[in-house]
Nanobody, 129 residues
Framework: EVQLVESGGGSVEAGGSLKLSCEASGYHYRHNCMAWFRQAPGKEREGVATYYTGSGGTYYNTFVRGRFAIARDNAKNILYLQMNNLQPNDTATYYC??????????????????????WGQGTQVTVSS
């Protein structure tokens, strides 16, 4: 069974940092697009950052560029999201996602939730002012 399990969420003050982890089991993503999404109450799920496991290529949405960093430990099959200088509008449930399709880079469809077949259960991030 393919599973993604997120951890590392919590509550911080504005300007603080958190590091999220997404551990994959049941499948080793060697040439796949993986992503972090987030969803705040009453809002649509939005893409935060993506990572192509074949090359290590990354994309960041404009609202996190320069503050967040996505990375992966290939040996452990864990995807990370380092979040620095967190702001109250970063408050959301953060989800890890993976596209089973191999040899297709993240590309133009990288922030479409429907592209991804596997999702974690989410981890809550709360930032207070």
């Amino acid at each position: 069974e393919v599973q993604l399990v997120e951890s590392g969420g919590g509550s911080v003050e504005a300007g603080g940092s958190l590091k999220l982890s997404c551990e994959a089991s049941g499948y080793h993503y060697r040439h796949n697009c993986m992503a972090w999404f987030r969803q705040a109450p009453g809002k649509e799920r939005e893409g935060v950052a993506t990572y192509y496991t074949g090359s290590g290529g990354t994309y960041y949405n404009t609202f996190v560029r320069g503050r967040f960093a996505i990375a992966r430990d290939n040996a452990k099959n864990i995807l990370y999201l380092q979040m620095n200088n967190l702001q109250p509008n970063d408050t959301a449930t953060y989800y890890c996602a993976a596209d089973w399709t191999e040899w297709v880079e993240c590309g133009a469809r990288r922030y479409l939730p429907s592209r991804y077949q596997s999702w974690g259960q989410g981890t809550q991030v709360t930032v207070s002012s």
